[in-house]
């Protein structure tokens, strides 16, 4: 039993069809037939139930697609660990994230970064926008996605991914949250909530005073859940930064466009990396990045 074979048989079920499988393993239609017909050869049972141009799996079917799948997760794990062992300078790609920042584009990259390069190690840390610069000063991480707070820095490689918006997050029950967008104005009688650590807190407040012009009070939060507790139990808001078009669903918390005098209020998001630690693994996953943005 050849594990090709078992990935043909993956994706015919994935796809629930024969044709789409064969584009997607990049071989003809034929050979995706004849090694599943080889595959239930072997096996000595049908794993199909074929009706003219289409097909079902039999009971056999399914049971073996469920346990293939945790063969072959466990397969490609040995063969990565393997893989590491023998890699004697065991290379390891340090990112950093602003702990703002909550997009899918970072993990997506990763994902694809990893499944170019099965033996290189990724660690991740999050961090204010000050932690994650000293972080980068002191060789900690060897490339950031953060938010441009500063002048673009020519001992860095800076590559600009795309502008975010801010909206707020507000408690259903707040009757702002009728609103189609918001003032920054309009909400200064209201506690904004901002999840950062002890550390970066007075750094953070004053981002937010000075350069997007929030107004009133501060609440700090740990972690996002704390922040949305606070946010359900009404304590205040909380400005989040939405790249794209991003679904939002919760029947507790509203997300509403934050304006200033009627124009949206954005962010430029970056990454960057040192240019005396530039190298083909970080550019390449820069290159991922910015193509997932």
């Given at each position: 039993?050849?594990?090709?074979?078992?990935?043909?048989?993956?994706?015919?079920v994935?796809?629930?069809?024969?044709?789409?499988?064969?584009?997607?393993?990049?071989?003809?239609?034929?050979?995706?037939?004849?090694?599943i017909?080889?595959?239930?050869?072997?096996?000595?049972?049908?794993?199909?139930?074929?009706?003219?141009?289409?097909f079902?799996?039999?009971?056999?079917?399914?049971?073996?697609?469920?346990?293939?799948?945790?063969?072959?997760?466990?397969?490609?794990?040995?063969?990565?660990e393997?893989?590491?062992?023998?890699?004697?300078?065991?290379?390891?790609?340090?990112?950093?994230?602003?702990k703002?920042?909550h997009?899918?584009?970072?993990?997506?990259?990763?994902?694809?970064?990893s499944?170019?390069y099965?033996?290189?190690?990724?660690?991740?840390?999050a961090?204010?926008?000050e932690?994650?610069?000293?972080?980068?000063?002191n060789?900690q991480?060897?490339?950031?996605l953060?938010?441009?707070?500063?002048?673009?820095?020519?001992?860095?490689?800076?590559e600009?991914?795309?502008?975010?918006y801010?909206?707020?997050?507000?408690?259903h029950?707040?009757?702002?949250?009728?609103?189609?967008?918001?003032?920054?104005?309009?909400?200064?009688?209201?506690?904004?909530?901002?999840?950062?650590n002890?550390?970066?807190?007075?750094?953070?407040?004053?981002?937010?005073?000075?350069?997007?012009?929030?107004?009133?009070?501060?609440?700090?939060?740990?972690?996002?859940?704390?922040?949305?507790?606070?946010?359900?139990?009404?304590?205040?808001?909380?400005?989040v930064?939405?790249?794209?078009?991003?679904?939002?669903?919760?029947?507790t918390?509203?997300?509403?466009?934050?304006?200033?005098?009627?124009e949206?209020?954005?962010?430029?998001y970056?990454?960057?990396?040192h240019?005396?630690?530039?190298?083909?693994?970080i550019?390449?996953?820069?290159?991922?990045?910015?193509?997932?943005f």
């Amino acid at each position: 039993m050849l594990l090709r074979q078992i990935e043909y048989f993956q994706a015919v079920v994935e796809t629930s069809s024969f044709y789409q499988a064969a584009e997607q393993c990049h071989v003809s239609q034929s050979a995706i037939s004849q090694q599943i017909k080889k595959l239930e050869e072997e096996l000595g049972v049908k794993l199909l139930d074929r009706h003219n141009r289409t097909f079902s799996l039999t009971s056999a079917g399914e049971h073996f697609y469920r346990k293939s799948l945790i063969i072959v997760s466990d397969l490609k794990q040995t063969i990565r660990e393997t893989q590491r062992i023998a890699d004697q300078n065991h290379t390891v790609l340090r990112i950093g994230y602003y702990k703002g920042y909550h997009g899918n584009e970072l993990s997506e990259a990763i994902a694809q970064f990893s499944l170019k390069y099965p033996t290189i190690e990724t660690t991740i840390m999050a961090g204010s926008h000050e932690e994650l610069y000293r972080a980068m000063e002191n060789d900690q991480v060897d490339l950031v996605l953060n938010d441009q707070r500063r002048a673009f820095s020519d001992m860095y490689h800076n590559e600009i991914l795309s502008e975010s918006y801010m909206y707020i997050e507000i408690s259903h029950n707040n009757p702002l949250s009728h609103l189609k967008q918001i003032e920054i104005s309009e909400i200064k009688n209201m506690p904004c909530i901002l999840v950062i650590n002890q550390t970066g807190r007075k750094e953070e407040q004053q981002y937010y005073e000075d350069i997007i012009g929030i107004k009133g009070d501060f609440l700090f939060a740990d972690s996002m859940q704390e922040a949305r507790l606070k946010i359900i139990t009404g304590q205040g808001y909380m400005p989040v930064d939405v790249i794209g078009v991003q679904d939002w669903f919760d029947s507790t918390i509203e997300r509403i466009p934050l304006v200033r005098q009627g124009e949206p209020v954005k962010k430029t998001y970056c990454t960057f990396w040192h240019k005396n630690n530039s190298g083909y693994y970080i550019e390449d996953f820069a290159e991922m990045l910015k193509t997932m943005f």
